[in-house]
């Protein structure tokens, strides 16, 4: 799964980073970021594949809230902060969003937790980027949902996973789908089902370590600083999150 990202970069950077997409005129996340312990429920700039005033279809900068929300439910709705590859095209949640609505989501790491104990209560975290330092997108998926009490439409996404690389299947089964940037166009594109891109991504070009846990640490996204990325002892006592 994938349930905390952090972006290390301000946010003019992270888009310049990414300056294949265009910025939507009304994207303003400017005072958000770095964020170095996002959670869902919280607005992140993605890239769709969007109709500009000319008429051309092209990569777009967007707001979106993590937790996807299909345009069809009605509430009390739980959104979705991942969804699964071999799922996508046949859950009802999924598929319509990922035959026609799908996005990149740009970030520079993402946190995992590694269960500590047969009951799954103590867990270490670990921080996971790319070796090379640099940011990278994830596979995702979206939908507009209307707010039925306030008529507000909001544009939300789920990343999607597939199952851990060798390095991920240390501590989990599950990791984000990471793009390589040569299949950004095609994960945007028209394609319904491009189910050839949702595979583990090469462990050597990755690298993980522990950071600190518990309330303290990357447990709470209160604690939003760069020191959450400091590495810690992960044999140090184990703290509950």
Not at 41 to 61: H, M, N, Q, T, W
Not at 227 to 237: G, R
């Amino acid at each position: 799964m994938c349930g905390r990202v952090f972006v290390k970069s301000d946010f003019e950077t992270l888009l310049r980073n990414f300056s294949f997409a265009r910025r939507a005129d009304d994207l303003n996340l400017g005072n958000q970021f770095p964020r170095y312990n996002g959670a869902p429920s919280l607005d992140y700039p993605v890239i769709i594949k969007e109709e500009d005033r000319a008429g051309k279809v092209g990569p777009v900068f967007v707001s979106a809230r993590w937790g996807l929300i299909p345009g069809w439910a009605k509430p009390p709705f739980r959104p979705m902060v991942n969804a699964r590859s071999d799922t996508l095209s046949s859950k009802a949640t999924f598929r319509a969003a990922y035959r026609s609505r799908r996005c990149l989501v740009p970030i520079d790491g993402y946190f995992e937790w590694k269960g500590l104990d047969p009951a799954g209560k103590n867990k270490q975290p670990y921080a996971i980027a790319m070796k090379s330092g640099g940011p990278f997108a994830l596979a995702g998926i979206w939908e507009m949902w209307r707010n039925p009490e306030t008529d507000e439409r909001i544009r939300t996404f789920a990343i999607v996973t597939c199952d851990a690389n060798e390095m991920m299947a240390e501590i989990h089964d599950r990791m984000p789908v990471i793009l390589h940037r040569e299949d950004y166009d095609r994960w945007l594109s028209d394609e319904a089902d491009p189910d050839d891109l949702m595979v583990p991504y090469p462990s050597e070009e990755m690298v993980m370590w522990p950071v600190q846990p518990g309330k303290s640490g990357v447990g709470s996204y209160k604690n939003d600083r760069p020191d959450i990325l400091d590495e810690v002892d992960p044999d140090a006592e184990p703290s509950l999150i």
